[in-house]
């Protein structure tokens, strides 16, 4: 199983060990167009602050970020997993997974990154700011950018499993599926039930939709469970208490598309 995770905007500070090693982070075929955006990113920040600013949609109380990434090449790296935080990461808590979830984790999670394309949650890296819409004067816009860099690495790294696509519509932008992996591909959609007047209503959830993504990604890496299709999937989930409800792809080369609906939103 290959679970697909968006980065958070927020991120932890960087360590105050080892500075980036490029050629240690995983999918070493990305490694060009990695570089390419490394190499951008700190010469843009490191020559205009308004101007940098302005391309990655910073305000003025966030200018710090771009200082931060001015030092990208120097500062110390941590794992991507502890460098992630926010809505989805604390709800996940990979830091209190068991030994046996966290290889799981290691094994199994890909964060998609505006800066580095994919990496997995044991790749150390410095924090940095540089969302999946960022249009840099040269390379232009990321998620184009990473388009092709992706489209023939992923597929190797997907396997014959199960992909789960938790991605935000930016990042998923910048890789999808085709083909038979698409059919093997679920995405996940969370939706608040109320009742109000005797008539159910649903409405999508943000804030929680990180929340109930991250929780179910921890159910999955907690108790081992690795479903080999979509439909797999759906039963899993049924069993560790989440309803769930399924739509299959009409024709080939589409995703199966799962709705969570939740009455509790928390």
Known sequence: MLV??????????????????????????????????????????????????????????????????????????RPAGEIYTGVLYDALGLATLDPAGRRRAR????????????????????????????KLPGLGALGAHWRTPLASVLPEAAGDGLVLDLRSSAYASAWRPKGELAGRTATVRVLHSQVVDGVEKRSVVSHFNKATKGRIVRSLLETGTAPKDPAGLVEALRDLGYSVEAKAPEKAGKAWELDVIVTEIH
């Open 4 to 77: 697909l995770l968006p980065p958070s905007e927020g991120k932890a500070a960087s360590g105050r060990g080892a500075p980036l090693k490029p050629e240690s982070l995983s999918l070493p075929g990305l490694a060009g167009a990695r570089a390419a955006v490394l190499a951008e990113l700190v010469e843009l920040c490191r020559a205009d602050e308004a101007k940098a600013r302005d391309v990655l949609g910073l305000s003025e109380g966030l200018r710090g970020e771009i200082a931060k990434n001015t030092l990208l090449e120097t500062a110390g790296a």
């Open 107 to 134: 094994k199994s999670l890909l964060v998609f990154s505006g800066l580095w394309g994919a990496v997995r949650v044991d790749d150390r890296i410095p924090s940095y700011r540089c969302s999946m819409g960022v």
